[in-house]
C-alpha cells in the first residue's frame, strides 16, 4: 500500500485549507483511512477516520471534516477556520481491524509522508 498526501501549505488563521490523500496498491475500500497531525515536541494526534461511517475527533469536529472517495480511491480533510495552533505536519493512514480502534496510531497498518500545514496569526 501506498499513501501519498497533498494539500498542505502555509495559510493565515481564519482560512481553509482541503487536503488529500490517494492511496493505491491494494483494495481501497477494504481499509479504514485516518488523518493525524504531530506538530514539533507533541506526540502525534488523532484527528479523524473514515470507513463506512465517519468520525472527527471531538476537539476538532464543526471545523474539519473527512470524507472519502471510494471510485478514486482517495481520502480527503476539509479544514476550516483555521488557527496557528493548528499548524503540524498531517498525515493520513490506513488500516484494518475493529473500529473500536480507530484513534490510536498503533492501529494503522500504513502511513503516507505527511503534509505540512503552518497557520499563520
Known amino acids: 500500500v501506498q499513501l501519498q498526501a497533498s494539500g498542505g501549505g502555509l495559510v493565515q488563521a481564519g482560512e481553509s485549507l482541503r487536503l488529500s490523500c490517494s492511496f493505491s496498491g491494494s483494495t481501497f475500500r477494504n481499509y479504514r483511512m485516518g488523518w493525524f497531525r504531530q506538530a514539533p515536541g507533541k506526540e502525534r494526534e488523532f484527528i479523524a477516520v473514515?470507513?463506512?461511517?465517519?468520525y472527527v475527533s471531538d476537539k476538532l469536529k464543526g471545523r474539519f471534516t473527512i470524507s472519502r472517495d471510494n471510485a478514486k480511491n482517495t481520502v480527503n480533510l476539509q479544514m476550516n477556520s483555521l488557527k496557528p495552533e493548528d499548524t503540524a505536519v498531517y498525515f493520513c493512514?490506513?488500516?484494518?481491524?475493529?473500529?473500536?480502534?480507530?484513534?490510536?496510531?498503533?492501529?494503522?497498518?500504513?502511513w503516507g509522508q505527511g503534509t505540512q500545514v503552518t497557520v499563520s496569526s
Open positions: 493512514a490506513a488500516g484494518t481491524g475493529p473500529w473500536s480502534l480507530r484513534t490510536s496510531p498503533s492501529n494503522y497498518n500504513y
Open positions: 473514515v470507513w463506512n461511517q465517519q
